[in-house]
């Protein structure tokens, strides 16, 4: 298994651009999540996904936009990057959505892309 | 609001030197505690899941214990491949009922030779 896998490593946008960061996982993981993650803050939830085909929003959810068509894969859109989207972003996944009875929420995460918005 | 707080924020111990770091919480209803490690440069690394008070886990040189407010992570005889920053999360419901997981800020752990 290649667990979460992500793409790109690192990106430089210019203000104003629109990009997808790719996450996968070979798990067959129900959830998945995106974080951001920034100096001196603890990771924060940007958008979640239950199941295929359902998303909702985290804490911090404004200027990205997800899907999620297949099990497998949940893209992170950013609509029009601004430079406080500057930060690591990290793709998650577990067995189970939280609040499920017996419901496993260990999530595993996927390396990272180094997002920097100039 | 939903707290988690670690302490301390870093943590320089030398190789063969116990301690423990914390984690303390105030959510309105705590349904698990979660402890991850993370390498400069890397995802974070699931260690433990921690559902109720009095509950411990152990892998090797870790060992995570959890009370009705605080979790701590004891590390004994660490080594210098144990340095990383040390990830506390809580999955609590919030004021919708739904799920959450907030996580602390980390401390970072480093074990000199």
Known sequence: NAGVTQTPKFQVLKTGQSM????????NHEYMSWYRQDPGM?????????GAGITDQGEVPNGYNVSRSTTEDFPLRLLSAAPSQTSVYFCASSYRAPGLAGGRYEQYFGPGTRLTVT | ???????????RLQEGESSSLNC?????????????????GKGPEFLFTLYSAGEEKEKERLKATLT??????????????????????????????????????????????
């Open chain 2, 68 to 113: 009705k407010k605080e979790s701590f992570l004891h590390i004994t005889a660490p080594k210098p491949e144990d340095s990383a920053t040390y990830l506390c999360a809580v999955q609590a419901i919030s004021q919708g009922g739904s799920e959450k997981l907030v996580f602390g800020k980390g401390t970072k752990l480093t074990v000199n030779p």
């Open chain 1, 42 to 50: 603890g990771l924060r939830l940007i958008h979640y996904s239950v």
């Open chain 1, 20 to 27: 997808t960061l790719q996450c996968a996982q070979d798990m």
């Open chain 2, 24 to 40: 303390s919480y105030t959510v309105s209803g705590l349904r698990g505690l979660f402890w991850y490690r993370q390498d400069p």
């Open chain 2, 1 to 11: 609001e939903d707290q988690v707080t670690q302490s301390p924020e870093a943590l």
